[in-house]
């Protein structure tokens, strides 16, 4: 069995990736892709936690974390389609409509 | 044997990560989820979660992927080369990354985890259903309706308005 450390590891690669994908673009749908990204990474460590504790409430903690990242993907997404319908455009430096 | 699977899975995962954060062209951060996504139901089966791998493939891959590429679809001409998206503010972001991945690092490294001995793996579903049913009734309830919220705000924010002229 592989140590708890590794996949933990794995899962701060993981997520540090994610936020990486979050600051470096500006696309709305690849920061979306990379906010899925850390989702997935703190699911892993869950799940490796709940194997190591022998305890199921880590991966019963992963299903409501899926379903949220299922509600944000239809809510988001029908979000960024309805802006570029208005906007023609994704790149989040361009939706400055509300910037101060 | 479980670790060269571990290093396998762990390769195919991060390697489309990276493709998903820093590919130039949106498709191919689409599709280079896949990989992610199938690479995390790997090691959920390899820690001995079989259902929560299966739910992973069906909601991630069969739902949310599915989702992502529409949208790529939708918003972008796709002959139009220029789809890709230029990076800014490197130099920020390389810092903030670089302390994130650090601290994340040491505490992983430094800490002293529990460990119940020798667990065995067993099929988890019927503690799963057991516990949605049991102790936790309450949030798979407000789960489900959190998805009922969801899926009528979708609709409604994602259809075309038409405005009656003569209407209300």
């Known amino acids: 069995m592989v140590p708890i450390s590794y996949h933990l590891i794995l899962s701060g690669i993981l997520f540090t990736i994610g936020v990486m994908g979050v600051l470096l673009r500006r696309n709305t749908i690849i920061i979306f892709m990379a906010v899925e990204l850390m989702l997935n990474a703190v699911n892993l460590s869950f799940v490796a936690f709940a194997r190591q504790l022998g305890s199921m409430d880590g991966q019963l903690i992963v299903f409501f974390v899926m379903s949220v990242a299922a509600a944000e993907a239809a809510v988001g997404l029908a979000i960024i389609l309805s802006v570029f319908r208005n906007r023609e455009t994704v790149n989040a430096d361009e939706l400055n409509l509300m910037r101060w | ?168």
């Open chain 2, 1 to 168: 044997m479980g670790a060269l699977i571990f290093y396998l899975l762990a390769a195919l995962t991060i390697g489309s990560a990276l493709i998903v954060a820093l590919s130039r062209n949106i498709v191919y951060s689409a599709f280079s989820l896949l990989g992610t996504f199938m690479g995390v139901a790997g090691l959920y089966a390899l820690l001995a979660a079989d259902f929560v791998a299966v739910i992973q493939i069906l909601v991630y891959v069969g739902g949310i992927l599915v989702l992502i590429i529409f949208a790529v679809m939708l918003t972008h001409r796709i002959d139009d080369v220029a789809v890709s998206n230029r990076s800014v503010g490197r130099l920020p972001a390389a810092l903030i990354v670089g302390a994130v991945g650090v601290i994340m690092s040491v505490g992983v490294v430094g800490a002293r985890w529990a460990q119940k001995a020798d667990v065995q793996a067993a099929p988890t579903t019927y503690g799963i259903g057991d516990a949605f049913l049991g102790p936790y009734i309450l949030p798979f309830e407000f789960a489900s309706v959190v998805l009922l919220v969801v899926l009528i705000g979708a609709v409604v924010v994602s259809r075309k308005e038409i405005r009656e002229e003569t209407g209300s």
